[in-house]
């Protein structure tokens, strides 16, 4: 273990830029849930000691016990020397305001599709008809568990093949109170869910990075399942797969959003036919599109189920 002189540092506020020096000297790489050192060092400071992610800086001359300074001392050497996400190392992320459990067998919640669940779909979606929703890869049950507390009145189906996701995201569920509206279950994508009622909102964040980007990937990235991750040689493999389950689960009025990251020009080259919306993001982040039942039905119908090169 790495050892550092740090009889000098007393408070939150020193935690922090101590942690933050250290992180910028060892070229760290920042990507989930943050993009700078500051803010990294903040979430794990703030998080090692149980305190809220947006603690005003009044607190920040705060003196820690020397517990608490040899556990983030600690945890900060774990961070340079292992590479493993601030999330993984205090076992929680915050997602929607929300704080969920989280493990090395889901990936870390960070999907901009957050600030969708904010606004309600607004203007995607028709509010008023929103009686059932289906999470596609559902992981620490994040979306799911959000969309759930979106809309009181819907049921949520958070859906992933890995047994060890469904159990936490049954988990997170019930922390959150939504245990009667979330139903987890382990699915191939759509496949094992009822198929009545027809679905209003399906939301889904699959693996979506190509063979290139997941050869070149930083190591913190390694610490993260990679089946949540790598989807082929495009990236498009799992939205090859939802696209035509989709078609045939939405109802009328029903809408799908999908994240795809940088995989734009990609999408746009494997479905050159489907008209869908690419979403703009206020707060950052990019290639989240939204396509409507309809839509989806007439592209897929009208050829042997590719709907697209792809
Ligand atoms: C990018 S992660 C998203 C997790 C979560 N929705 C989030 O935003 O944090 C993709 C998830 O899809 C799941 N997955 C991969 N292949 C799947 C399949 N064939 N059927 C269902 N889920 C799958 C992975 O286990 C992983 O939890």
Redesign the pocket.
């Known amino acids: 273990m790495q050892t550092h002189d740090t009889d000098g540092l007393v408070t939150i506020g020193d935690y922090i830029r101590w942690a933050a020096s250290r992180f910028q000297a060892n070229a760290l790489h920042f990507g989930h849930g943050t993009d700078n050192a500051i803010d990294e060092a903040a979430a794990l400071v703030l998080g090692s000691l149980h305190l809220p992610p947006d603690l005003h800086s009044d607190y920040f001359g705060c003196r820690l016990t020397r517990a608490e300074q040899a556990a983030l001392s600690a945890q900060i050497a774990e961070r340079i020397e292992s590479r493993r996400p601030v999330a993984y190392l205090l076992g929680q992320a915050w997602f929607c305001g929300l704080a969920f459990a989280v493990n090395e067998h ?2 870390i ?1 960070r ?1 901009p599709i957050a600030e969708m669940i904010e606004a309600g779909f607004s203007p995607w979606l028709d509010t008023t008809e929103v009686h059932r929703i289906a ?6 049950g ?2 799911a568990i959000a969309c759930a507390l979106a809309f009181p009145d819907a049921q949520v189906d958070a ?4 047994a060890p ?1 469904v159990a936490l995201a049954t988990r997170n569920a019930a922390e959150h109170g939504v245990e009667d509206q979330v139903s987890a279950s382990q ?3 759509l496949s094992a869910i009822e198929p009545q009622p027809l679905l209003d909102l399906i939301v889904s ?3 979506y990075v190509d063979a290139k980007a997941m050869a070149n990937l930083p190591a913190e990235y390694q610490h993260e ?1 990679q ?3 790598a989807a082929g040689r495009d990236g498009l493999d ?1 939205v090859r ?1 939802i696209l035509p389950q989709a078609a045939e689960r939405l109802s009328e009025h029903g809408i799908l959003v999908c994240e795809i990251g940088h995989g734009q020009a990609a999408f746009t080259q494997a479905f050159p036919d489907l008209a869908v919306t690419w979403v703009s993001f206020a707060r950052g982040g990019e290639g989240v599109f939204v396509v409507d039942g309809a839509t989806l039905r007439a592209a897929f119908a009208a050829t042997d189920g590719s709907a697209g090169t792809g």
């Open positions: 889901v990936l919640p999907s999470d596609v890869g559902t992981g620490s994040c979306i859906l992933d093949n890995s996701a699915s191939d994508w964040n699959p693996p399942p089946a949540a991750l799992a797969a």
